[in-house]
């Protein structure tokens, strides 16, 4: 009975799901241009690796972590599946995208060695909270390198050239910054207990003060220099999340907000690209043949999905330019319609409520904290991107987790992944 | 108690904002694509949901159990992202569902660019959509498939016809006419090949849509226009025994041609086009002559004398009145103070006239009396027999006739009288009054349904739909029919109608018929002329119908070009 309990049944059963996925988007995916019901094994290779690497990991943590959360793969594996199928679906279409599904294959492949190397490897994930400061460091060099020496995409210094491919420190950036405020917030646990000055406006204590001035610091270097919102929402929302959940005190965040805000205007003020966004967000169709081409391609994609959608294929999602990466939501929009995309929120909800259910597992403080960090920082990311494209928000440029194109960020997201599996093993 | 009372009421603000995001969408905010209503109505419903969701929770945990801290933090962290997902479901439902059609119209931005899904223009634009043919089997409306691209332009063949074809313009303002009527046999979603076409469009291959067959008779109809020549008004042809309409017309029209785009010319011309276009259809919808209104069917009118046919048959079915009853008509009738003149007498010094002769020569002051006789209720009874207040079942929009404008104007005595002759606040449609003439001519008493589509087949020529002739309504007793015929022959043969060759002598043809000249106010008139006319087996019924002209009196101006048309028709009928 007891090896039984060892199996990891539950998630077996469940990774039927994506494996399933695979398959039969793949099938549709390749028959549907070809319109014709002809296929060979061969051409369904991507799915026979994907499925590979379930396996693969399952086992691994099977073998290595089997008290280890059950259902973080699979919901991670299901989100990831759709990447693989729309980066295949939107390279027949050709152009710029050519070859993509193998790439993105490649990185799926190597995140899945992450997620593996992360959460068997990584035994003592208490020396991160010691070496805390010098992640953030690390991380903050490596970004202000590639903000100097790097390659310019997109009109923003951001990426390393490694090869053929491309590096982004950022997505690193942001781990390192959960990683240390995990470990800081975790540190300075009696100093902010409610017990202390329950003022409203009390300015709060230094502890609290000093890394919040530090990371709106850096907010607003990123804005400036990748001149874009999205990194500046997504670290302050992150810190300020955290900064929540350790102390409990809203009117924290409150204030926080506030400098944000404020700090927003002033940015919205200095700068054209942001109030560009904010114009576009407002009503983009004035502006439908220049500036917010993308965004309108993108509501006519929804539009065209419907509730069911044009099926896998069967759309033209071809019509947004840069539609594997930013705009995979869209894309998605329009062959599944909105079955798929509440879907997809389905799965991120799903996916964040683990990671909830993680942290309140654990009972080490940084575990708690690092765990909850990684959900915040998929969540918010999750958050700005689709609430971008659907025009909810101002929009800014982002990667998907688990579903865009893009190497680093399926690397940081399996990482995290990794991370939150791990924590869930630790008692 | 309070809170569960908040929380109700925070709830219910939630569902009135979304409803107010999903529905309250008015004119400048479609046009202009804000979305700033919506934009408000989210951040309400955000707040609302949230206060759902914390109010009442546990109070800010003073414990010192971190755990149980924790564990409160996350449970309000979960609601703010669990409401930030809603709002984002509530977005996409809007954008995927709610407002999708609109977005997929075309957009001109303040810099005259013009913004459309390019997806939906394909798809559209490659559906090859039916013919619509005349009785003959000539090509009315058309297409003519690119033979690269596949995308199919409407074409036109008969200017005669195209008022009631209707417009087609799937990408600007939507169709109307028969385009509209029968838009899903046309583009193929209904009808026999409906599957293949569900098929063909899931795999965006192009749709071929079913063709129509119209009971319109080109040459009567070209024959119709001509006569009508630039005066406003209307002719409507019927044959009589099915309700087939063989010709019907309406002056000012528009060609739908003008407003067909043209995919088959270059890309780069297309801006320009759909803006030429817009112009065109900003300009008719302008222009004071209502081009766009399809006067047949939905053109009200006075009917002025023409509507005796209905006092008089309600008279007689009724019981009230002999057609050799006599009445007085001393020049005018007062009645309540209204003074009712009646310039018709053949011969100003006789004062007494059968009910035959009342009809005959259209005596206003006996019809006035007729109307009181028959009274208010039974007016309205015998109009709503005729059709009346009723939408009449037919391929095109139909505008219904109205007995009154007020309600319980047919209450006064003066209104009873003055309805009783044709003006009163009667309204009526052209194809009305021509299905009244129908009535009276088939002596059954019985109103044929009118129609205009023959039948509908497949691309293969199977046919799908063919439209049996049916009875509508009925209005009269056969006998008063009968009786009511027999007048209005004697009205087409020794009344001011025959006296100036309303029997068309010489067709070989029974006619019956009535003029009517209906006061409108400012020194204009409009003209009107119902009639119908047997032959052989076949009997035809026509109404014209020539407003607001000076002197617009319907034996000069509505029964001549209803006489060459009756003419022409009998000469087809051996």
């Keep these: 009975m007891q090896k039984l309990k060892n199996l990891r049944l539950i998630e077996m059963q469940l990774l039927i799901v994506p494996a399933l996925l695979a398959l039969v988007g793949m099938l549709l995916v390749i028959l549907v241009p ?16 994907f499925i590979g690497l379930l396996i693969g990991t399952h086992l691994a943590l099977t073998l290595g972590l089997p008290k280890a959360d059950q259902l973080l793969l699979p919901l991670v594996s299901a989100l990831t599946v759709f990447g693989l199928i729309m980066s295949q679906r939107l390279q027949t279409d050709g152009g710029s995208r050519d070859g993509i599904a193998s790439k993105q294959l490649l990185w799926i492949g190597l995140g899945y060695l992450v997620f593996v190397i992360t959460a068997l490897g990584l035994r003592n994930l208490l020396l991160f909270k010691r070496y805390k400061y010098t992640f953030m460091l690390v991380g903050l060099v490596l970004t202000a390198a590639a903000a100097v020496f790097g390659t310019e995409i997109n009109g923003a210094r951001l990426w390393f050239r490694l090869g053929a491919f491309n590096f982004q420190p950022g997505e690193l950036l942001k781990i390192c910054l959960v990683i240390f405020l995990a470990g800081y917030l975790d540190e300075n646990r009696l100093l902010i207990s409610p017990q202390r000055g329950r003022g409203f406006f009390n300015l709060p204590p230094l502890p609290y003060l000093g890394p919040m001035v530090a990371i709106w610091g850096i907010s607003m270097v990123l804005l400036f220099v990748q001149k874009d919102l999205g990194p500046a929402e997504l670290f302050f929302g992150v810190f300020l999340i955290m900064l929540y959940v350790a102390s409990g005190r809203a009117s924290y965040v409150i204030a926080g907000l506030l400098v944000f805000a404020v700090s927003s205007v002033i940015a919205y003020n200095a700068f054209d690209y942001v109030q560009n966004r904010i114009t576009a967000w407002i009503n983009p169709w004035p502006y439908a043949q220049g500036r917010s081409y993308q965004i309108v391609q993108a509501l006519f994609s929804f539009a065209n999905g419907g509730i069911f959608g044009q099926g896998l294929s069967s759309g033209a999602p071809y019509f947004i330019p840069e539609v594997h990466t930013d705009y995979v939501y869209a894309a998605i929009g329009e062959e599944v319609g909105l079955a798929g995309t509440l879907g997809i929120i389905g799965l991120n909800l799903l996916l964040f409520y683990r990671g909830f259910h993680v942290a309140l597992k654990t009972s080490n403080g940084f575990y708690q904290y690092l765990a909850i960090g990684l959900v915040a920082l998929l969540g918010l990311q999750t958050f700005i991107i689709m609430g971008g494209v659907t025009k909810l928000i101002p929009l800014t440029g982002m990667t998907l987790p688990f579903i865009s194109y893009g190497g680093s960020s399926i690397l940081i ?15 | 108690m309070m809170i569960k009372t908040a929380r109700i009421l925070a709830a219910l603000l939630a569902a009135i904002a979304l409803a107010i995001g999903f529905f309250y969408r008015p004119e400048e905010v479609v046009k202009g694509r804000t979305d700033n209503i919506w934009l408000l109505c989210l951040l309400v419903i955000g707040i609302m949901l949230l206060v759902v969701f914390w109010i009442g929770r546990l109070p800010v945990s003073q414990t010192s159990d971190p755990e149980e801290r924790l564990r409160h933090n996350l449970q309000r962290l979960s609601s703010l992202l669990i409401v930030g997902f809603i709002l984002m479901s509530l977005q996409l439902l809007r954008q995927q569902v709610v407002v999708a059609d609109d977005l997929q119209k075309p957009f001109f931005t303040p810099q005259d660019e013009l913004v459309q899904d390019p997806r939906l223009i394909r798809e559209k634009l490659t559906n090859q959509r039916g013919y619509i043919r005349d009785t003959y089997d000539n090509i009315v409306a058309g297409r003519e498939v690119a033979p690269k691209t596949q995308l199919v332009k409407r074409t036109y063949g008969n200017p005669a016809i195209n008022q009631i074809i209707g417009y087609y313009s799937p990408l600007q303002f939507g169709n109307s006419g028969l385009e509209a009527r029968y838009d899903d046999y046309l583009t ?22 079913n063709d129509l067959t119209l009971t319109i008779e080109p040459n009567f109809q070209a024959l119709a226009q001509q006569k009508l020549g630039k005066l406003s008004g209307a002719i409507v042809l019927l044959d009589a025994n099915s309700g087939a309409v063989l010709a019907m017309v309406g002056n000012p029209n528009y060609n739908p041609a003008d407003l067909a785009f043209d995919p088959t010319q270059d890309d780069n011309q297309w801006s320009q086009q759909t803006k030429d276009i817009q112009k065109r259809w900003e300009a008719l919808n302008k222009d004071p002559g209502i081009p766009l209104l399809v006067r047949p069917t939905q053109g009200l009118y006075t009917p002025g004398s023409t509507f005796k046919t209905i006092t008089l048959a309600a008279a007689l079915d009724l019981g009230l009145t002999q057609p050799e009853s006599t009445w007085n008509d001393t020049g005018s009738f007062t009645v309540e103070g209204a003074t009712f003149k009646d310039p018709n ?30 009274g208010g209720d039974n007016l309205i009874r015998y109009m709503d027999n005729f059709g009346f207040r009723k939408a009449i079942p037919f391929d095109l929009p ?29 309204l009526t449609t052209p194809l009305q009054m021509a299905l009244v003439a129908a009535t009276i001519g088939r002596t059954d008493g019985a109103m044929p349904k009118p129609y205009l589509v023959k039948k509908i087949t497949a691309p293969n020529g199977a046919v799908i739909k063919q439209t049996q002739p049916e009875v509508w309504l009925n209005p009269i007793k056969p006998e008063t029919a009968r009786t009511v015929r027999d007048i209005m022959i004697a009205s087409a043969t020794k009344g001011w109608v025959g006296q100036s060759g309303g029997s068309l002598s010489g067709s070989g043809a029974v006619v019956g018929g009535k003029t009517g000249t209906a006061e409108v106010g400012g020194g204009v008139q409009n003209a009107w002329y119902i009639a119908w006319a047997s032959k ?3 009997l035809f019924a026509i109404a014209v119908v020539v407003d607001h002209q000076p002197g617009g009196e319907g034996l000069r101006l509505a029964m001549p070009p209803a006489n060459e048309l009756l003419k022409a028709v009998l000469e087809t009928v051996k």
């Design chain 2, 398 to 426: 139909i505008a219904n006739s109205l007995p009154f404008l007020k309600a319980g104007f047919l209450t006064g005595k003066a209104a009873q009288a003055s309805t009783g002759f044709g003006q009163g606040e009667l």
């Design chain 1, 34 to 49: 070809r319109q014709q019901v002809q296929w060979e094994a061969k051409d369904l290779w991507t799915s026979f690796v």
């Design chain 2, 188 to 209: 193929g979603r209904a009808g026999a090949n409906a599957l293949v076409n569900w098929q063909r469009s899931l795999l965006h291959q192009p749709t071929v849509g």
């Design chain 1, 413 to 427: 997201n399996f990482f995290i992944a990794g991370l939150l599996v791990r924590i869930s093993a630790s008692d």
């Design chain 2, 536 to 538: 052989g087996d076949r």
């Design chain 2, 345 to 374: 007498r053949p011969d100003p010094s006789r004062t007494t006239w059968t009910t035959q002769e009342a009809y005959m020569f259209s005596l206003n002051s006996i019809f006035a009396q007729m109307g009181l006789a028959v």
